[in-house]
């Protein structure tokens, strides 16, 4: 086997783990061709890998470990090129050279900041507490599709509602963790305990329906900002919107949460292409 095909057959295992999160994004990929754009295919995937470690790794300490490894890879990426295959693959495109090492460096620094946090107060604290990282990606995502000059601050608001989503969804599996998916607001209103949130109840129901508007209200609030987004954020952010419709109206929200929508369709497949568009004709001028 020669290194160039080991070389992407290591990339590739690091797209499908974002796939397997993020399926609807193999309609994307119609429009982004991973063999023209492997750098905004392979950012995408470096996003899911810091993700994972900030919140899949239930160990704080065994996280930092891994993030802190993330710190020094993209401190002397620019000079070696990167050890990882994933960095090896950005650091090969001239625009990740023109991006600030700061820059790069800002969300897993973040990541790493928020390991220990606890539940957020109210909702607008969760906002702002999610915002450190999930802007931070947004910041680097925006700087590579759109360059130095485009605002990030609609894709940091859907990146932190998108986040906040996935992470009511797990609502059962993280009901142990110190930080909980509704804020402690929302679990007073309702008395909610640790443990009433493993289990199905009236008050569950309601707390969810809850965080479901105010996610709800957020999204239709970011309609307006300025700023514009990645053809894999138009995505996740459409499929999240369509989501929270859906479970809002639900009996049993939790259950609509964690069966998720349809992937594809001609809605999603024609919101792909209008934001293949727009980013082709920023690309363009």
């Known amino acids: 086997m020669s290194e160039g095909t080991s070389q992407h057959g290591a990339l590739q295992s690091y797209v499908d783990k974002w796939l397997s999160v993020q399926p609807q994004q193999r309609m994307a990929l119609v429009f982004v061709d991973p063999t023209k754009y492997p750098g905004h295919v392979a950012l995408a995937a470096l996003e899911q890998e810091w ?31 990167g050890r990882h295959p994933l960095t090896r693959v950005l650091f090969d495109d001239e625009r990740a050279h023109a991006i600030p090492q700061e820059r790069w460096l800002a969300p897993v620094l973040a990541a790493m900041a928020q390991l220990e946090e606890g539940t957020a107060v109210d909702f607008a604290a969760q906002l702002n507490a999610a915002s450190a990282l999930h802007g931070a990606l947004a910041t680097l995502e925006t700087n590579w599709w759109y360059g130095d000059a485009a605002s990030p601050e609609r894709a940091t608001r859907v990146a932190t509602l998108s986040h906040l989503l996935y992470a009511l969804r797990r609502l059962q599996d993280d009901a ?95 919101r792909a292409w209008q934001a293949a568009r727009h980013w082709q004709k920023h690309l363009d001028r």
């Not at 899949?56 to 930092?64: F, L, S, T, W």
């Open 51 to 81: 993700l994972s470690a900030a919140y899949g790794i239930r160990e704080p300490q065994v996280a930092a470990t891994k993030l802190n490894w993330w710190a020094e890879e993209l401190s002397g990426a620019a000079t070696s090129g």
């Open 176 to 270: 142990d963790r110190d930080r909980l998916p509704l804020p402690m607001a929302r679990l007073a209103r309702f008395n909610l305990s640790r443990a009433g949130l493993r289990e199905r109840s009236e008050a569950r129901d309601q707390a969810i329906k809850a965080q479901l508007s105010d996610l709800q209200a957020s999204w239709k609030e970011a309609a307006s900002v300025a700023g514009p987004l990645s053809v894999f954020r138009v995505l996740e952010s459409g499929q999240g919107e369509r989501l929270v419709r859906k479970a809002v109206r639900a009996d049993e929200p939790l259950a609509v949460l964690q069966k998720g929508v349809p992937d594809g369709g001609f809605s999603a497949t024609l």
